[in-house]
């Protein structure tokens, strides 16, 4: 037969592959076989046969691959490309308005598409990576966190500036950006960051509604950014970061390519090869057993051995002329002893700053100059621990089990409530705010503490022990605070059966 063979319906059969025109031509011996038999089944057969035959056909055009591999394949794009739509839109027209006004509000819009372009970057590395280990997941992040950090500092130096509300706006809902770190459930997290920029853009908004339009619009561009992070996050990671099942393990930077290892070291030369005949390099066999022979020879001596000794009289003895020693000390410090400096002690090697949930403690340790540090998705079964940490601020929401500050100076801790114990140890210069309930609070070997109590908190243990400079400020009505210092001086009685014990005030 000449040309296109046709269907049933009278349409013609496009040309297709091998395999499909074998499939067809068994179709057709199929249909002269049974020509006249059961016309009603052999129709239905013949039709969904040649639908088979048509989905074959679009196989084949597509070059052989599946629509569920396009799909597998294409999810890390799809991913990068949604979020994409992100940057080119509500950003873009973010960033426009901030050209508009100008001034801080500009930079702090470039700040904030540097932020957003680095989250890209994260995603894209998620989305062809394995998970990689949590401390090389914290240097991963660590360009997240300095844009967020560099955002907000810029905020700090620039309170005098007419935008400060717009610029704490941004503040505010920045650390938004730290949904890829939030394991369940980001979203909500990402909308109450949006929820605390409110409070400045409000008030931008009343400021400027009927000045100037470009304002309004901005707010409107901003807050928009999160709201369209939200339902990107709900379409691609609603319950955490999704990282790839297949990929290579995630390197540990987000920008600099690893560097290759360094090669080995050449092998080492020939050992040097030592004549016999050097008379100032004797060889290894001869110089030990002229050792030998001459350790013999001194033993073999044997009362002689002590006739080279040089004698010592009752005089030069110093434990029996106590005078002696103390010029033997003497004569230690000027002397060529004396030069000798004692070693010092080895400085403390303090470690890198961290901030992790390992099991069931939250570890806060070593950090400086950091007043943003956040903890939040605590469970009554966690507890915090802070360590070694100088000039910062840690922010507890929920409720845990306890809190222990240790070795910290310069340290405030703001928490929401603990049903055990709140400990600080070891520590100066600490302050305290307690914003729902506590039971005890215990404070030990701790040099200045302030400790500001709620008015749900007013009944909690305060236990202090070898601590000095210690404050508990209790609320007032009109939302002060009043200083009630504890005391550090005790006086301790016999009343005839017992030590009474009460605390005293130092006079002056």
Known sequence: ???????????????????????????SRCQNLHRGTKPIAMEVLIE???????RLEQVTASGGVSNRDRVANGDASQCVEAFDVLLMGPLTDY?????????????HAEMVTKALHTQKTFLRVAATH???????????LKPICDHIQEIQTFRERNRGSSFFNHLSAVSESIPALGWVAVDQKPGPYVKEMNDAATFY????????KE????????????????????????????GGLVWSKTGPIAPPSLFEAPSPPCPPPPPPGPPPVLSDEDPEVPSSSSSSSSQHSALFAQL????????????????????????????????????????KKSPGKTPVQKGLPLLELEGKKWKVENFEKKHDLLIQDTELKHVAYVFGCHDATLQIRGKLNSIIVDN?????????????????????????????RVPTISINKTEGCQVYLSPDSLTCDVVSAKSSEMNILIPQGDGDYKEFPLPEQFKSVWDGSKLVTEPTEMAG
């Open 300 to 339: 073999n001596q044997g009362l002689d051995i002590t006739r080279g000794l040089k004698h010592v009289s009752d005089q030069q003895k110093t434990h029996k002329n106590p005078q002696l020693r103390s010029q033997e000390a003497v004569g230690s410090h000027s002397g060529k002893a004396g030069t």
């Open 201 to 208: 853009t409000n008030r931008v908004l009343k400021d400027y």
């Open 211 to 238: 000045r100037d339009r470009r304002h309004v619009d901005w707010v409107r561009s901003y807050l928009y950014i999160w709201t369209h992070m939200q339902s990107f996050i709900k379409q691609h990671h609603a």
């Open 95 to 107: 960033v426009n308005i901030s050209r508009a006004i100008g001034s801080e509000v500009e930079k």
């Open 408 to 436: 910290c100076k310069k340290m405030g801790v703001v928490f929401e409530s603990v049903v055990g114990i709140v400990e600080i140890i070891n520590s100066k210069a600490v302050q305290l705010q307690v914003l729902g």
């Open 48 to 54: 969904r046969l040649e639908r088979a035959v048509t």
């Open 130 to 140: 394995q998970e990689p280990a949590q401390m090389e997941l914290h240097d991963l």
């Open 1 to 27: 037969m000449n040309g296109h063979p046709r269907r049933t319906d009278g349409t013609t059969r496009p040309q297709s592959s091998a395999g499909a025109r074998t499939l067809y031509r068994s179709v």
